[in-house]
C-alpha cells in the first residue's frame, strides 16, 4: 500500500510542477501576437522548487545551442545537433549550479532540439512550418537534492557551456514565492 501512496504522491508532484512550469511566463517565438520577440542569445529558464525538488525548463534559440536554427538533415548537423543535446544532458548541473550543501543529483534531463512556431495559413486550415522559421530547443531537468531547497540559491554558468548563450531571463517559484531576473553573461543569481 506505501509503494501505491508513493507513486501516486510522485505523479501529482510531477503534474504540479509540469502545470507550474507551464503557467510561468516564457519567451515565446517570434511572430505570435502578444509573443515577446525571439531573440538570439536570449534563453528563458524557468526554475521550481519544492520541497528536495528543482526543476529547471530551458527554452533557447536552437542557434544558441548548437550553431544553426535550420531542422538538421545533413550528416555533420545532426551530429553537431546530437553533440549539443548530449552536452545539455550531461551539464545541466554546470549549467545551473545549485547549493552544493544540499547534495543535489540531476535525476531526469529531457530535451527537444527543434521546436518550431506553428503558423495557420488562411488558404489551408492546417499547421505549417513556414521556411526559415525560427527554432528552439527546449529542455527539461529535474534534481533531487538531500535537503530542502528553500532559501537557496541558483548560479549559472550557460555562456560558459554554450559561449551564444549570454542571456537569460529567469522566472522562479518556490514555496509561495514567485520572481524574475534577467542574467546577462552568467553574473548573478537566483533565490528559490
Same mark, same amino acid.
Given at each position: ?5 508513493? !507513486? ?12 507550474? !512550469?507551464? $503557467? ?76 552544493? $550543501?544540499?547534495?543535489?543529483?540531476? !535525476? ?32 527539461? %531537468? ?13 548560479? %549559472?554558468?550557460?555562456?560558459?557551456? %554554450? ?17 524574475? $531576473?534577467? !542574467? ?9
Amino acid at each position: 500500500m506505501k509503494s501505491n501512496q508513493f !507513486i501516486a504522491s510522485t505523479s501529482v508532484h510531477s503534474l504540479l510542477t509540469t502545470l507550474v !512550469i507551464a $503557467s510561468l511566463p516564457t519567451v515565446a517565438l517570434a511572430g505570435g501576437k502578444g509573443h515577446k520577440a525571439h531573440e538570439h542569445g536570449t534563453a528563458s529558464v524557468n526554475i521550481v522548487g519544492e520541497a528536495n525538488t528543482v526543476t529547471i525548463q530551458l527554452e533557447s534559440p536552437s542557434e544558441a545551442i548548437y550553431g544553426f536554427e535550420h531542422e538538421a538533415k545533413k550528416p555533420a548537423d545532426i551530429k553537431k545537433r546530437d553533440e549539443a543535446v548530449e552536452k545539455l544532458k550531461s551539464n545541466a548541473d554546470k549549467m545551473f549550479i545549485l547549493d552544493t $550543501s544540499l547534495s543535489c543529483k540531476l !535525476i531526469e534531463a529531457t530535451v527537444n532540439p527543434f521546436v518550431t512556431e506553428a503558423q495557420e495559413a488562411k488558404e489551408d486550415k492546417k499547421h505549417k512550418h513556414k521556411k526559415g522559421t525560427h527554432s528552439e530547443v527546449h529542455a527539461t %531537468f529535474k534534481f533531487e537534492c538531500g535537503k530542502p531547497v528553500a532559501g537557496s540559491e541558483v548560479k %549559472f554558468a550557460a555562456k560558459a557551456q %554554450f559561449k551564444s548563450l549570454r542571456k537569460l531571463k529567469v522566472q522562479t517559484l518556490s514555496g509561495e514565492t514567485q520572481s524574475g $531576473s534577467t !542574467i546577462v553573461n552568467d553574473a548573478g543569481s537566483a533565490k528559490l
